[in-house]
């Protein structure tokens, strides 16, 4: 049978990897005179790429991660202030396994969003499962639910991960109803699955996103009891890298102010 049709028949028997790369292996093991066995070691070893491959590309989707900037641009002699061996200990993601939080804090543009994706595409990359999300995002699409039991459906995409990262806390106020969805995220999670959240304010400060909300007190005692904070001291990135203004010349100038 031709090599071809050999990978067609395993493809049709429910083997992942391409017809290209199944004739890539037939055709070496039959020139390298592999015995069955280790054709077979490395049948599997091709599949389980693939499957893994599939997987990691699946997850990824649902993570909602987005574009993510690669962690070695990130300019640590930037900050002021900022704690480098414990973001490299969360690299190791230990914090996952023991259901810890983490907060990043500190003023806008500082690389909070930045640090906080690179974690979820570690986790990712390790088999966990991820969701992102704004803040604000996150609340919209669960508000928007119709009833209590499209809500609890919906719910589970957020209380399910084993990480969950809910960027900028802090940049939109919510009213007491947000309040209490993100108490039920937070608190389902509670000891269960890690959540990570990006914000710019301190923890006494919540309570001026969510006014008059209750249980706000509830929601920072539930976060913080498992957490690991990270402080951000810096001035803006993003204002840094970008170009100074220009100045208009006397000859521009005088152009504008001709009727």
């Not at 039920?184 to 996103?209: P, V």
């Amino acid at each position: 049978m031709p090599v071809d049709d050999v990978a067609q028949t395993l493809r049709a028997l429910g083997l992942r990897a391409s017809v290209e790369a199944l004739s890539a292996l037939i055709t070496h093991a039959t020139s390298s005179r592999l015995s069955p066995t280790e054709y077979c070691e490395q049948l599997v070893a091709l599949e389980r790429r693939e499957r893994d491959a599939a997987n990691l590309a699946r997850r990824s989707r649902t993570a909602t991660l987005g574009t993510i900037p690669p962690l070695d641009g990130f300019e640590w002699a930037h900050p002021r202030s900022i704690d480098r061996d414990l973001y490299e200990a969360l690299l190791g993601l230990d914090f996952v396994d023991r259901a810890q939080n983490v907060l990043f804090r500190g003023p806008s543009g500082v690389g909070k969003t930045m640090l906080a994706q690179n974690l979820g595409l570690k986790a990712l990359q390790e088999g966990c499962t991820v969701r992102y999300s704004t803040l604000a995002g996150a609340l919209a699409d669960l508000l928007k639910q119709e009833s209590l039991p499209a809500l609890e459906r919906r719910l589970k995409h957020y209380t399910g991960p084993g990480l969950l990262i809910l960027d900028e806390l802090g940049y939109v106020p919510c009213d007491s109803r947000a309040a209490d969805v993100l108490y039920n995220i937070i608190s389902r999670r509670h000891e269960h699955c890690s959540t990570i959240i990006t914000t710019n304010l301190a923890f006494k400060q919540w309570g001026t996103i969510f006014p008059g909300a209750a249980c706000v007190g509830a929601l920072v005692d539930r976060f913080t009891q498992h957490c690991l904070v990270m402080d951000i001291d810096a001035d803006s990135w993003r204002q840094k890298k970008l170009p100074p203004p220009t100045r208009p010349t006397v000859a521009a100038s005088r152009r504008r102010k001709r009727p």
